[in-house]
């Protein structure tokens, strides 16, 4: 069973893998999601989808880092420097060829 559903009354979207039944095994913020005693992914509801939609499209530049990198803000400056590095190396790899 998989479908998508969207109720606007509740600007809900709501997908669905597999068949759910009761309340939500985990709330986050805009998030619910249920899944079996496997720990298969089962459904995914967005609550408010359309905020939650807004928000993205607002910042598709951005990437939301997690785990270890959670608190580090990259700029533009930061992947800049990366780049020339990284050329620099690829510049001494192509002489040794």
């Not at 089962?42 to 499209?57: M, R």
């Given at each position: 069973?998989?479908?998508?559903?969207?109720?606007?009354?509740k600007?809900?979207?709501?997908l669905?893998?597999?068949?759910?039944?009761g309340?939500?095994t985990?709330?986050?913020?805009r998030?619910k999601?249920?899944?079996?005693?496997q720990?298969?992914?089962?459904?995914i509801?967005?609550?408010?989808?359309s905020e939650?939609l807004?928000?993205?499209?607002n910042?598709?530049?951005?990437?939301?880092l997690?785990?270890v990198?959670?608190?580090?803000n990259?700029?533009?400056?930061?992947?800049?420097?990366?780049?020339?590095e990284?050329?620099k190396?690829l510049?001494?790899?192509?002489r040794?060829?």
């Amino acid at each position: 069973m998989k479908a998508i559903s969207y109720l606007p009354s509740k600007d809900k979207l709501l997908l669905k893998i597999r068949a759910v039944r009761g309340k939500p095994t985990k709330e986050s913020g805009r998030f619910k999601l249920w899944w079996n005693k496997q720990g298969d992914i089962c459904a995914i509801a967005i609550i408010p989808f359309s905020e939650e939609l807004k928000e993205f499209e607002n910042k598709r530049d951005w990437i939301q880092l997690g785990g270890v990198w959670k608190s580090i803000n990259i700029t533009e400056e930061d992947i800049k420097e990366s780049r020339q590095e990284l050329l620099k190396k690829l510049e001494e790899k192509w002489r040794e060829w």
